[in-house]
Every structure is written in C-alpha cells, then in structure tokens.
C-alpha cells in the first residue's frame, strides 16, 4: 500500500511523511530491502555518507528510473553532511560528492547529520592516545547555514535542514539565516518524545523527522550497553492487539499522528511492507494519550559509539 500522508515543507514542497531509512544496511541488504520497498510504494528514501550505502541506493535508483517505473519528481531523497565536513568551506564538496554516489542532479532534502565536527582524514575518524575521537572544535554554525543556503540557491538541495540540534542551536541558527531550516531530524519514539522540541519546531514552521522510530533494534552492539526495547511494551501491545495491528504499526501511527515523519528500517520484505501499511487505521485519542504518557525521556542514540564527543563545545545533548 503507497504512503498515503504528506508533510508540507515550508515552502510548499511535499515530503511523504513515512520514508525509508537505511543506517545498519550493508550494500547487498540495502539493494534488495531499496527493491521491496519501492515495491511496497516508499518514496522517501533516506540515506547519508556515514551509512556508506549512497552508491548502491543510486545504483538502484538509476534502475528503477531508467526502466520508466518512477520519475524522479515521485522520489523525495533525503541525505546529510557528515561530521567530518561539518564546515562551511567543505558543504559544496561533500553534497556534490553525494550526488555523484546518487547518480542525482538534486537531493529534496539536505541535513546538516550532527552539530559538531571532527577532522577530515581518508578512512575511519581520528583517535587519540586515550582512545577518543579527535574534535574540530571551531564549529561556525552561522558560517555553516550560510554555505548550506548556497547549494539551495544554486538547486543541488531543494530543501535545507538540519539533525540533531538542539533548540538553543536552532534558535541561534533562525536568528541568522536568509532560509528557514525546512526540517529537524531527531530520534523520536515513545520512550524520548521530546514535546518541547517539537512544538519549538512546529512553531517555526520547521517539520520534524523521528529516527529510531521503533528503538533501533540492534543497536546495543554499537553502543556496548542494554537499551530498552520498545517492541515489548505492554500498553503499545495491548493497542495493537485491540486495532489488530502490529506493535510497529502502532508506534509509527503515533508519530505520523504527533505530526511528525518518520523513517523505520528494515532490511526484511515482511516488515518493510508492514512498515508503511499505516494508512488504513487509526489510533483513537484516548489511546493516543497512553501513547504519549509512555514518555521517559530515554535517549538510546547519544553517539556513545564516538568515545569522547560529549567534550566537543557543540555537542547537543
Ligand atoms: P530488520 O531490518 O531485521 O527488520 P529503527 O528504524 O528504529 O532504527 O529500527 C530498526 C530495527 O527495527 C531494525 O533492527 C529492524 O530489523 C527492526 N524492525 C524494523 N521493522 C520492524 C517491525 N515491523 N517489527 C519488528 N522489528 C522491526
């Protein structure tokens, strides 16, 4: 079933409110979950540097294109700037060499990925003698938006935003741009709902994007700790059972319900189709308020997989 819900950006463009997301998928997952999922009719699709997947996305994208099944006007590609060019000298370089990888004349959405820097060295980041990664810590947000502005102006992003940020980070960066960012990526899910950032956001036209939607399952080897798994809530259990959907379903449905996108992956056919057969239901409010009570501010992406990055002066959180 096609997605059936849009976000209206803030200059009119359309962004399907349930996209693909694709961190932890190798080349050879991401070329047959990509398949099914354009299958299952997704049409936001995103990606970044840091996933080391854009080749093969473009790759099967360029299929899909080539052979008339979708127009790249259908296609809503979201990618980001990673940590090690989050500068304003490095901003054309970095999305031009991700466009290359796309095979795309234009991105629909360019994302600053995180607010802080780290040097840029062939291969794997920089660590020191105490096994930390080594900062760039002369981060110019402002310096930054302005090179982020640039490559819209000249069409290589359609739209501009960041992930991430913080609000004071946010507010400073409102405070001094020509274009509004069109979007806030953050991880967002029962357990870390972050009302506040949210309404901040909503309340500067700037739409929001939840990551880690279902909890990221998978992600403990990454981060070397226990997180707490979201599939296994009862109360999520309970109203799903009642809508005879699955718990996924559930959680997705509450965000697309807060007005917020989202982007769940999955490299498994089953569930890449389940993830976006969202449209046919709904959660009523007495249930919606269940679902927002379940809030305990519980972050699972801190980037404790970047030992050492709490000590950048940008760090968000
Ligand atoms: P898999 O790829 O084997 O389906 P998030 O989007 O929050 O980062 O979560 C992604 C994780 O959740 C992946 O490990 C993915 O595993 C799993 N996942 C994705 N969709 C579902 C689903 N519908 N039910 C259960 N687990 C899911």
Same mark, same amino acid.
């Given at each position: 079933m096609a997605c059936k819900m849009d976000i209206l950006l803030a200059n009119? #463009?359309?962004?399907? #409110? %349930?996209g693909?997301?694709?961190?932890? #998928?190798?080349?050879?997952?991401?070329?047959k979950a990509l398949n099914e999922a354009l299958i299952a009719g997704y049409r936001h699709i995103d990606t970044a540097p840091v996933y080391l997947n854009e080749k093969m996305i473009g790759k099967v994208l360029k299929q899909w294109l080539e052979a008339g099944k979708l127009t790249r006007e259908e296609l809503f590609i979201v990618t980001k700037l990673p940590p090690h060019g989050t500068r304003a000298c490095s901003v054309e370089k970095f999305l031009k060499r991700s466009l290359a990888d796309l095979q795309m004349e234009y991105?629909? %959405?360019?994302?600053?990925?995180v607010p802080f820097t780290v040097p840029e060295v062939d291969g794997p980041f920089l660590m020191n003698e105490d096994k930390e990664i080594v900062l760039e810590t002369t981060t110019d947000h402002i310096a930054l938006w302005k090179a982020m502005e640039k490559v819209r102006e000249d069409g290589l992003a359609r739209n501009i935003g960041l992930s991430n940020f913080n609000q004071r980070q946010i507010q400073r960066i409102i405070d001094n741009c020509q274009i509004k960012p069109a979007n806030l990526q953050i991880e967002n899910h029962i357990y870390l709902q972050q009302p506040e950032l949210v309404k901040f956001c909503k309340s500067n036209g700037i739409s929001v994007t939840a990551y880690s939607p279902l909890g990221s399952k998978g992600i403990e080897t990454l981060l070397n700790r226990e997180v707490p798994n979201l599939l296994e809530n009862p109360v999520v259990k309970e109203i799903a059972n009642k809508l005879r959907k699955s718990v996924a379903q559930v959680l997705l449905r509450h965000l697309l319900q807060r007005g917020i996108s989202t982007i769940p992956k999955s490299t498994n056919a089953k569930r890449v189709r389940e993830n976006i057969d969202l449209f046919d239901f709904k959660i009523e409010d007495s249930d919606m308020a269940l679902l927002d009570a379940l809030d305990q501010n519980i972050r699972i992406c801190d980037f404790g997989f970047f030992p050492g990055i709490s000590k950048h002066p940008e760090f968000p959180f």
């Amino acid at each position: 079933m096609a997605c059936k819900m849009d976000i209206l950006l803030a200059n009119g #463009a359309r962004m399907p #409110a %349930l996209g693909f997301g694709t961190w932890r #998928a190798s080349d050879e997952e991401v070329e047959k979950a990509l398949n099914e999922a354009l299958i299952a009719g997704y049409r936001h699709i995103d990606t970044a540097p840091v996933y080391l997947n854009e080749k093969m996305i473009g790759k099967v994208l360029k299929q899909w294109l080539e052979a008339g099944k979708l127009t790249r006007e259908e296609l809503f590609i979201v990618t980001k700037l990673p940590p090690h060019g989050t500068r304003a000298c490095s901003v054309e370089k970095f999305l031009k060499r991700s466009l290359a990888d796309l095979q795309m004349e234009y991105v629909d %959405l360019y994302l600053i990925h995180v607010p802080f820097t780290v040097p840029e060295v062939d291969g794997p980041f920089l660590m020191n003698e105490d096994k930390e990664i080594v900062l760039e810590t002369t981060t110019d947000h402002i310096a930054l938006w302005k090179a982020m502005e640039k490559v819209r102006e000249d069409g290589l992003a359609r739209n501009i935003g960041l992930s991430n940020f913080n609000q004071r980070q946010i507010q400073r960066i409102i405070d001094n741009c020509q274009i509004k960012p069109a979007n806030l990526q953050i991880e967002n899910h029962i357990y870390l709902q972050q009302p506040e950032l949210v309404k901040f956001c909503k309340s500067n036209g700037i739409s929001v994007t939840a990551y880690s939607p279902l909890g990221s399952k998978g992600i403990e080897t990454l981060l070397n700790r226990e997180v707490p798994n979201l599939l296994e809530n009862p109360v999520v259990k309970e109203i799903a059972n009642k809508l005879r959907k699955s718990v996924a379903q559930v959680l997705l449905r509450h965000l697309l319900q807060r007005g917020i996108s989202t982007i769940p992956k999955s490299t498994n056919a089953k569930r890449v189709r389940e993830n976006i057969d969202l449209f046919d239901f709904k959660i009523e409010d007495s249930d919606m308020a269940l679902l927002d009570a379940l809030d305990q501010n519980i972050r699972i992406c801190d980037f404790g997989f970047f030992p050492g990055i709490s000590k950048h002066p940008e760090f968000p959180f």
